[in-house]
């Protein structure tokens, strides 16, 4: 798929945006804080519903916008997916509520029609590559439980919903787990929860274990060529409701072991986290929450055997993630027949000469790249001239002639 036409409106430095794209590589070029990374930024908004650098959406308001008692962000794209064109938009609307204060409200719009964010996840593709990224390698498992929802969610249609009402039967649970440690509850409806959980919550792991499987393929493929064949990179999910054996339990094998979760029934996930939580119940009263499920799981990635979070040199990590993010774009590709829009911000200036030619060859399979630089000569000639340039400059994106 590609975007046609992207319109934005105090999506932060950005006060209006109405442009054209063309269905191949855009080159975003500025100095240092014009707007470059805010434009990829608003792209995936309109893919995933939420911004990649930051949890508070109220901070991609335009700052001076949200200074009036009512500010509006609007952000509209018009892309083509297969032989249709489809219109997404997004409203964050600051408004005032009590007596001082403001509430925002996100409202998402399918051609024209008012819906759940969940609801229209995976009509608009992108993947999305910052340098802050890194922090799916290093940072804490919420990372990369995010990276892994936010794939899934734009791939698997199902996904988003089951993650919200997953999410929703967890509260309610964690709700009930505390009144009953503090004896006000009804033990009977903790039945009901965790029953809900276990449903839920079943779908989610079987939909990880594919999905994480899946990736590894192309990720360890791509890892393996662009270190030249020096390194093999695996993924390992770690579900923290586990329904195999943990391999520490499992005499003789090492850690590192690759477990094959791929025969798992769906019945047999459920029967088996029910039971566990059986097992948990009266310390998870004590405890006042749900101490197994998806809501804890964990990913990990390992070279040649060693967890690169812990042993990764700056550029294993680097390749790792490269590797993970192209891996991702195959993955959306394979899964839903479209190719996602592809957006990398300041990707060459961390490469070698070798991964930059590398990396330029694996995008150009897709429909639509775009790449923000300081750097033009970053760039072959070759590439620069197929390519389409935009300035970026104070907010203002201008098309190159
Ligand atoms: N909510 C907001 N309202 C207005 N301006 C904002 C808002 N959030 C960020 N900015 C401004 O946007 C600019 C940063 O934009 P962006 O990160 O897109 O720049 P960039 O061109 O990618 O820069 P760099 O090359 O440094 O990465 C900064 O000047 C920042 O102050
Ligand atoms: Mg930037």
């Not at 990396?359 to 000639?381: A, C, I, M, N, R």
């Amino acid at each position: 798929m590609y975007l046609k036409h992207l319109s934005l409106t105090n999506f932060r430095s950005l006060t209006r945006l109405d442009i054209e794209l063309p269905r191949r590589v855009v080159l975003l070029v500025g100095s240092n804080a014009q707007g470059k990374t805010s434009v990829l930024e608003a792209i995936y908004f309109l893919a995933a519903f939420t911004s990649l650098q930051t949890h508070v959406d109220r901070q991609i308001v335009n700052f001076h916008e949200a200074k009036n008692p009512l500010a509006v962000t609007r952000l509209t794209a018009d892309y083509q997916r297969g032989k249709i064109k489809q219109r997404i938009e997004a409203r964050l609307i600051l408004e005032p509520s009590g007596v001082n204060g403001q509430r925002l409200r996100k409202e998402i719009l399918q051609n024209g029609v008012k819906k759940q964010a969940s609801d229209v996840m995976g009509n608009f593709n992108a993947v999305i590559f910052v340098p802050q990224m890194s922090q799916i390698i290093e940072g804490e498992p919420d990372e990369r439980r995010r990276y892994l929802n936010l794939a899934l969610a734009q791939t698997v249609p199902t996904y988003a919903r089951l993650l919200s009402d997953y999410h929703q039967a967890l509260t309610q649970r964690n709700a009930l787990l505390k009144a009953l440690y503090e004896r006000s509850g009804d033990a009977n409806q903790l039945q009901v929860w965790d029953e809900a959980l276990v449903r839920l919550g079943a779908q989610i792991i079987l939909h990880r274990i594919q999905a994480v499987q899946e990736i590894e393929r192309f990720a360890s493929r791509i890892h393996h060529e662009l270190t030249r064949g020096t390194e093999v990179l695996r993924l390992a999910y770690e579900p923290s409701y586990d329904p195999l054996p943990k391999p520490e339990m499992q005499l003789g094998l090492k850690l590192d072991t690759p477990i094959d979760r791929s025969g798992l029934k769906l019945g047999e996930i459920q029967d088996g986290f029910l039971s566990r939580l059986k097992s948990l119940r009266s310390e998870e009263i004590s405890r006042g929450v749900t101490t197994i499920g998806p809501h804890r799981d964990d990913l990990r990635f390992i070279i040649n055997r060693a967890d690169v979070s812990d042993y990764g040199s700056r550029g294993q990590m680097r390749t790792t993630l490269l590797a993970l993010k192209l891996a991702e774009v195959e993955w959306m590709q394979e899964r839903t027949g479209e190719w996602p829009v592809i957006l990398l911000d300041e990707v060459m200036a961390e490469l070698d000469i070798n991964r930059r030619a590398d990396l330029l060859k694996y995008v150009g399979k897709s429909e639509q790249v775009l790449f923000t630089t300081t750097d033009l000569s970053l760039f072959t000639p070759e590439f620069v001239e197929q390519a389409e340039i935009w300035d970026v400059s104070g907010g203002v994106v201008t098309p190159r002639k």
